[in-house]
């Protein structure tokens, strides 16, 4: 009889053992194709499937783990785009953070050129009256990070996103208005 038991136990505990481990597993790390390869940034659900922010993130992972690092800890790559088209004076990068109890918006505008710019980054969440947040001058790396963060995850999506670059005499190189998050 405690051959039985102890053969019962140790079945029990085998099928616990096999049932449990890989649950524990799919929940504790993320799915391969939501990291951007060689980085610790993960992407938005939107951002899996945006192919052309896929794209640019993984051509240019040093940006996006920059930016990231920028926009802090539970930001994920939302949209990113090369401005002012395929010539690619800046990148345009959107990150999101949805979680219990805080959400929010950041933007980054990165600085491909040579040399320093005058740039100017707007971000305004989608609210009536709201007032818009903004980092203007002349810089050569990036304009940013600009965030809306709230605790209820409204006024985040569908939030407004301007990015500006002039050249050395005034001329409008980038002159782009877009949503920051896939807004219906």
């Not at 009256?129 to 965030?147: H, I, L, N, Q, W």
Request: hydrophobic letters at 35%.
């Amino acid at each position: 009889m405690r051959n039985v038991l102890r053969t019962a136990a140790a079945l029990a505990a085998l099928a616990l053992t096999l049932l449990a481990a890989p649950q524990a597993t799919a929940q504790d790390s993320p799915s391969s194709d939501r990291r951007i390869g060689g980085t610790s940034v993960m992407l938005s659900e939107n951002g899996v499937k945006d192919a052309r922010t896929r794209a640019i993130a993984e051509a240019d992972s040093d940006a996006v783990t920059a930016t990231a690092t920028l926009c802090g800890s539970g930001y994920k790559l939302e949209y990113a785009e090369r401005l002012p088209d395929s010539r690619r004076y800046g990148t345009l990068f959107t990150y999101t953070k949805f979680t219990t109890g805080s959400s929010g918006v950041c933007v980054v505008f990165d600085n491909n050129t040579s040399g320093a710019k005058h740039m100017k980054l707007k971000l305004c969440p989608n609210k009536t009256g709201a007032t818009c947040k903004a980092d203007e001058g002349t810089f050569s790396r990036y304009a940013g990070p600009v965030k809306y963060e709230n605790n209820t995850g409204k006024y985040v999506q569908c939030s407004m996103v301007t990015a500006l670059m002039w050249d050395t005499n005034g001329k409008v190189l980038i002159d782009r208005v877009t949503s920051a998050t896939v807004c219906d």
